[in-house]
C-alpha cells in the first residue's frame, strides 16, 4: 500500500531564515505531487505540483519555491521566510490516472515568528 | 468558471441529526467529485466521490447526491455523530486533469 511522509511535522522558524520541507511517497512510482498550504481556519491553497521528475508547476507566485529530485521526493523552500508564509503545509499524492483522487500527507504546521 | 462555491461555512448539527453540505460549479466538464474529510492538525482525508454517471453514491453513514443539470453535488451524514465533527471540502476536476478544484471548506460540529 502507498504512504506518503512529511518532515518536519512542525517547525518554527525566524524571519529572513531558509526553509526546506520535504515529502516522500512510498509504494507506487511516478506519481502527480502537490504541496498545499492551509492558513489557520481555511481553505486549501495550491502552490506546485509536479507531474514528474524537474517538472513543476507554480500555482501562486511567491517566495516559495519546489523541487523534485527523484521520482517520489517533493521539497518545498524558501531562501527568506516571512511572517506571510505560517501555515499548514500539506503535500499530497495522486496516480496521475484519468481521475484526479488525491491523498494527502500528515502536513507540517509551520510558524514565523 | 473554475470555483467551486461551497455551503454553508459552517454548521451545527445534533447527534443523530443529519448533515448535509452543498456544492455548486460552473465548469460543465468537470466529472469527477470528491469530498475529503479533515480533523484538527491532520490533513485531508478522501471520504468519498462520484462521478456524474450515477446521482448518488452511498458509503456507510456518508451519501453523496449529484444533480447534473443544476451542477450541485452534497452531502448528506446521516446519523451524524460527535466524532463526525471536522471540516470537511467538496472538489471537482475535468478528466485528465492534473489539479482538482476545492470548496473553502465547512466545519460541522455535531453537539452530543
Known amino acids: 500500500s502507498q504512504t506518503i511522509h512529511q518532515w518536519p511535522a512542525t517547525l518554527v522558524q525566524p524571519v529572513g531564515s531558509p526553509l526546506s520541507l520535504e515529502c516522500t511517497v512510498e509504494?507506487?512510482?511516478?506519481?502527480?505531487l502537490y504541496w498545499y498550504r492551509q492558513a489557520a481556519g481555511r481553505g486549501l491553497q495550491l502552490l506546485f505540483y509536479?507531474?514528474?521528475?524537474?517538472?513543476i508547476s507554480s500555482e501562486v507566485p511567491q517566495n516559495l519555491s519546489a523541487s523534485r529530485p527523484q521520482d517520489r521526493q517533493f521539497i518545498l523552500s524558501s531562501k527568506k521566510l516571512l511572517l506571510s508564509d505560517s501555515g499548514f503545509y500539506l503535500c499530497?499524492?495522486?496516480?496521475?490516472?484519468?481521475?484526479?483522487?488525491?491523498?494527502f500527507g500528515p502536513g507540517t504546521r509551520l510558524t514565523v515568528l | 468558471q473554475q470555483q467551486v462555491k461551497q455551503s454553508p461555512q459552517s454548521l451545527i448539527v445534533q447527534k443523530g441529526g443529519i448533515s448535509i453540505i452543498n456544492c455548486a460549479y460552473e465548469?460543465?466538464?468537470?466529472?469527477?467529485f470528491p469530498w475529503y474529510q479533515q480533523f484538527p492538525g491532520k490533513g485531508p482525508a478522501l471520504l468519498i466521490a462520484?462521478?456524474?454517471?450515477?446521482s448518488e453514491k452511498k458509503e456507510g453513514r456518508f451519501t453523496i447526491s449529484f444533480n447534473k443539470s443544476a451542477k450541485q453535488f452534497s452531502l448528506h451524514i446521516m446519523d451524524s455523530q460527535p466524532g463526525d465533527s471536522a471540516t470537511y471540502f467538496c472538489?471537482?476536476?475535468?478528466?485528465?486533469?492534473?489539479?482538482?478544484?476545492f470548496g473553502k471548506g465547512t466545519m460541522l460540529l455535531v453537539s452530543p
Open positions: 499530497a499524492w495522486s496516480m496521475g490516472l484519468l481521475y484526479n483522487e488525491q491523498f
Open positions: 509504494g507506487t512510482s511516478n506519481p502527480n
Open positions: 509536479s507531474v514528474g521528475i524537474g517538472q
Open positions: 465548469n460543465t466538464a468537470f466529472d469527477y
Open positions: 462520484i462521478r456524474p454517471d450515477v
Open positions: 472538489a471537482a476536476s475535468p478528466p485528465g486533469y492534473s489539479t482538482l478544484t
